[in-house]
C-alpha cells in the first residue's frame, strides 16, 4: 500500500515541474503539487500505521520525510500565480529527491528506531523541518537574483512574468530564515544533549548542521540584504543539501 501511493505522489510533483514552464499551465501545476502532496500524506500516514511510531529514522526515509515538509512549505503561499518561477524551482528538486528516498527503500513500510519517538520528533522532525524553510529561502533567493539580474538588463518581457517584486521576495526569504532558524536550533539541541548523555562522538553530519546554523545565524545577525542576502541564503542551502543527501547516511 505504501510503495503504491509513490506513484500519484511522484507524478504529481513531475507533472508540477512540467507545467510550472509555462505560464499557461500554472493551475495545472498547482493542483498537481496539492494532488502529489496529498498522496505523499498518505504514504506517511500507512507508514506511521504499520510501525506504531517514527519509521523515517533512516537515511531514506528521512529524505521521504524532508521531501514532504519542503511541498508543504510551499504550499503555504507559493501557489500563487505571482510565484510560479518559485515552483519552477522547488517542483523538479521535489521529485527527485522523491525518487532518491524510494531508491533507497525510503518509501517502504519502514522500521521502528531505537530512539524514543519524543526524541525523533525533536530532533529529527525539527531539524527536518528548518532544512525545508531554508530550502524555500533558498528558491525564494533565487528568484531574487533571476529577477534583478533581468531587470537591470531591462529585459522586455520581464512585465509578462508578473513576478513578485525585489522587495516582497527579499522580506520572505527574511521571514522564512527566521521562522526556521528557532526551530533548527531546538532540533540541533535536543540532538545535542541526547549525544552527552549516550557519551557519543559528532560526526560529519552533525559538523555540517551545526555550520549551517552559523551560516543562517550569521545571515540574520548581519542583516544582510540585496544580491549579498540572496546569496548567502543560497550559499546555506548548498550546506543544507550537503548534510541532508550526503552527510546523513553516516549520521544514521
Known sequence: MA?????????????????Y??????????????????AQTALLAVQAARVDGFPWSTWAGSLNLFVWLVVGTYLIWGCRPRFRLLGLAVMPL???????????????AGERSHYGNLF??????????????????????TLYVIEERRLQR?????LSWRL?????????????IAIALPVLTVGLAAGLIRLHQDGGRFDASMVA????????????????TGRSAAYLAMIGFAVVIVTRVALAGSHF
Open 3 to 19: 510503495e503504491a501511493l509513490f506513484w500519484p505522489a511522484v507524478f504529481g510533483y513531475g507533472e508540477a515541474a512540467i507545467a
Open 21 to 38: 514552464v509555462s505560464p499557461r499551465y500554472t493551475r495545472l501545476g498547482t493542483w498537481g503539487v496539492r494532488l502529489g502532496w496529498l
Open 94 to 108: 521535489a521529485a527527485l529527491l522523491f525518487v532518491v528516498s524510494r531508491v533507497g527503500g525510503g518509501t517502504a
Open 120 to 141: 525523533l520528533l525533536l530532533h529529527v522532525g525539527l531539524v527536518l523541518a528548518a532544512f525545508a524553510g531554508f530550502t524555500l529561502a533558498a528558491a525564494l533567493a
Open 154 to 158: 531591462r529585459a522586455p518581457d520581464i
Open 164 to 176: 513578485p517584486s525585489l522587495v516582497v521576495l527579499e522580506k520572505l526569504t527574511t521571514r522564512t
Open 209 to 224: 548542521a551545526v555550520f549551517t546554523w552559523l551560516v543562517y545565524a550569521g545571515f540574520l545577525g548581519a542583516r544582510a
